[in-house]
């Protein structure tokens, strides 16, 4: 047999170190699962700003027809 050094394949000789590929594919997993987990929150935050100009049309709407409401009110008042 051959002695490190004298030729021939290197995977001959070196040692497979599966606990450090063992790692490195668990990083690489973590790194996939956290990108996935940032795009799926900018998805929420862009449903939560949509819906928060829903909830604000709402708003707004409701306050303009109390305000025409009050404003008829008034001017019916005026009339008699």
């Not at 996939?32 to 795009?39: D, K, P």
């Not at 604000?56 to 008699?80: N, P, R, S």
């Amino acid at each position: 047999m051959r002695k490190p050094g004298e030729g021939g394949s290197r995977f001959l000789y070196d040692s497979f170190d599966a606990a450090a590929a063992r790692i490195e594919a668990n990083e690489r997993v973590a790194e996939e699962r956290w990108s996935a987990l940032e795009w799926r929150l900018g998805q929420i935050d862009a449903v939560l700003e949509r819906l928060e100009k829903r909830i604000w049309l709402g708003v707004y709407g409701v306050a303009a027809f109390l305000l025409a409401q009050m404003a008829e009110a008034v001017i019916q008042a005026a009339t008699k």
